[in-house]
């Protein structure tokens, strides 16, 4: 009974151990700019594959190329507009949080905004409906409306003195 506990308690080890490892990045520059330049854009470039992580974040396998060609690339001296540029290439805007305003985007840019104008506007409009309708029918009454109108309230006055 105690062997076969600690048969189960050994592979439970075992695989738990290999199962929180993970693979360690250590990358080595030339200069402290460098490494400043590589952990600057392996923050501000965005994971295409998790969407909602940078290249720095993410352990998918394309955030650890991504970061990979980032590390190369700053290696051989490439600035950084340079290496957003290749990155804008390959995989298009996305992969940066602050899309640029383009024809492509300007609905996404202006499109809130429209909403917004065109329900104040919607709004303001048909409450000046309502209003114009009140003064077409004010308009409407005359002596004869008002001579009836009275005689009636002055016939509920007198219904309700009995």
């Given at each position: 009974?105690?062997?076969?506990?600690?048969?189960?308690?050994?592979?439970?080890?075992?695989?738990?151990?290999t199962v929180?490892?993970?693979?360690?990045?250590?990358?080595?520059?030339?200069?402290?700019?460098?490494?400043?330049?590589?952990?600057?854009?392996?923050?501000?470039?965005?994971?295409?594959?998790?969407?909602?992580?940078?290249?720095?974040?993410?352990?998918?396998?394309?955030?650890?190329?991504?970061?990979?060609?980032?590390?190369?690339?700053?290696?051989?001296?490439?600035?950084?507009?340079?290496?957003?540029?290749?990155?804008?290439?390959?995989?298009?805007?996305?992969?940066?949080?602050?899309?640029?305003?383009?024809?492509?985007?300007?609905i996404l840019?202006?499109?809130?905004?429209?909403?917004?104008?065109?329900?104040?506007?919607?709004?303001?409009?048909?409450?000046?409906?309502?209003?114009?309708?009140?003064?077409?029918?004010?308009?409407?009454?005359?002596?004869?409306?008002?001579a009836r109108?009275?005689?009636?309230?002055?016939?509920?006055?007198?219904?309700?003195?009995?």
């Amino acid at each position: 009974m105690i062997k076969k506990t600690l048969i189960a308690l050994f592979a439970t080890f075992a695989i738990s151990a290999t199962v929180s490892a993970a693979p360690i990045e250590f990358h080595e520059f030339d200069t402290v700019d460098q490494e400043q330049q590589f952990k600057e854009l392996s923050n501000t470039l965005r994971c295409p594959k998790c969407q909602n992580n940078t290249i720095g974040d993410s352990n998918a396998e394309l955030a650890v190329d991504l970061r990979q060609k980032v590390y190369e690339m700053t290696k051989d001296g490439k600035s950084k507009q340079d290496i957003i540029d290749y990155m804008i290439a390959r995989y298009g805007n996305f992969v940066t949080y602050n899309p640029p305003l383009t024809l492509a985007t300007s609905i996404l840019w202006v499109g809130p905004f429209a909403v917004v104008v065109f329900g104040f506007g919607l709004i303001i409009l048909r409450s000046r409906k309502s209003k114009s309708k009140a003064v077409e029918s004010d308009k409407d009454w005359d002596a004869d409306k008002e001579a009836r109108l009275k005689a009636l309230l002055d016939e509920e006055n007198d219904g309700d003195k009995k």
